[in-house]
C-alpha cells in the first residue's frame, strides 16, 4: 500500500533563516507530488507541483523553491524565512484518474 | 477562473443529518472530491463522484452532483462527534492533475 511521509512535523524558525521540509511516498512510481500551504485562514493555497523529476511548476511567485532529487522525493526550501512563510505544509501526491490526491500529515511552521 | 466557494460554518445536533454545500465554476472538471480535515492533521479523501454521475452513495455519505448548476453536496446521515472536522469540496481540472480546493466548512456536531 501507498504512504507518504512529511518532516519535520513541527518546525520554530527565526526570520532569515534557512529551511528544508522533505516529502517522501512510498509504494507508487512517477507520482505527481504537490505542496500546499494552510494559513489560518484554512484555505489550501498550491504552492508547487511537479509531474515528473526535473519537472516542478510554481504557482505563487514567493521566496520558497522546490526540488524533486528523486522520483518519489519533494523538497520545499528557502533560502531566507519570512513572518509571512509561517501555516501548516502539507504534501500530497496522485497517480492516473481519477486523479485524487492523497496527503501526508504536514509541518506545522512557526516563524518567529 | 476556476473557483470553488463552500460556507464556512455548519452546526448539527448528534443523530441528525448534515448537509454540506459547494459550488464551482469550471465545467470541463472530470472529478469532484470530498475531504476531511480533523484538528492538525492533513487532509483525508472521504470520496469522490465522476462528472457523469448524480449520486454517490457510500455507507453514511451521499454524494449528488447538479451538474448544470455546478452544484456538488455532502449529506453525512447519523451525524456523530467523530464526524467534526473541516470539510474541503475540490475540482479537478487538466492542467498537471492539479486540484481546486474551496475554503472548507467546518461542522460542529453536538451532543
Known amino acids: 500500500s501507498q504512504t507518504i511521509h512529511q518532516w519535520p512535523a513541527t518546525l520554530v524558525q527565526p526570520v532569515g533563516s534557512p529551511l528544508s521540509l522533505e516529502c517522501t511516498v512510498e509504494?507508487?512510481?512517477?507520482?505527481?507530488l504537490y505542496w500546499y500551504r494552510q494559513a489560518a485562514g484554512r484555505g489550501l493555497q498550491l504552492l508547487f507541483y511537479?509531474?515528473?523529476?526535473?519537472?516542478i511548476s510554481s504557482e505563487v511567485p514567493q521566496n520558497l523553491s522546490a526540488s524533486r532529487p528523486q522520483d518519489r522525493q519533494f523538497i520545499l526550501s528557502s533560502k531566507k524565512l519570512l513572518l509571512s512563510d509561517s501555516g501548516f505544509y502539507l504534501c500530497?501526491?496522485?497517480?492516473?484518474?481519477?486523479?485524487?490526491?492523497?496527503f501526508g500529515p504536514g509541518t506545522r511552521l512557526t516563524v518567529l | 477562473g476556476e473557483d470553488v466557494e463552500q460556507s464556512l460554518f455548519l452546526s448539527v445536533r448528534e443523530g441528525d443529518s448534515s448537509v454540506i454545500n459547494c459550488t464551482y465554476t469550471?465545467?470541463?472538471?472530470?472529478?469532484l472530491y470530498w475531504y476531511k480535515q480533523e484538528p492538525g492533521a492533513g487532509l483525508q479523501l472521504l470520496t469522490y463522484?465522476?462528472?457523469?454521475?448524480d449520486m454517490k452513495q457510500d455507507q453514511r455519505l451521499t454524494v449528488l452532483l447538479n451538474k448544470k448548476d455546478k452544484h456538488l453536496s455532502l449529506r453525512i446521515a447519523d451525524t456523530q462527534t467523530g464526524d467534526s472536522a473541516i470539510y474541503f469540496c475540490?475540482?479537478?481540472?487538466?492542467?498537471?492533475?492539479?486540484?481546486?480546493f474551496g475554503q472548507g466548512t467546518e461542522l460542529s456536531v453536538k451532543p
Open positions: 500530497a501526491w496522485s497517480v492516473g484518474q481519477p486523479n485524487e490526491q492523497f
Open positions: 509504494g507508487t512510481s512517477n507520482p505527481n
Open positions: 511537479s509531474i515528473g523529476i526535473d519537472q
Open positions: 469550471d465545467s470541463s472538471s472530470t472529478y
Open positions: 463522484i465522476f462528472s457523469n454521475m
Open positions: 475540490a475540482e479537478s481540472i487538466i492542467q498537471g492533475g492539479k486540484l481546486i
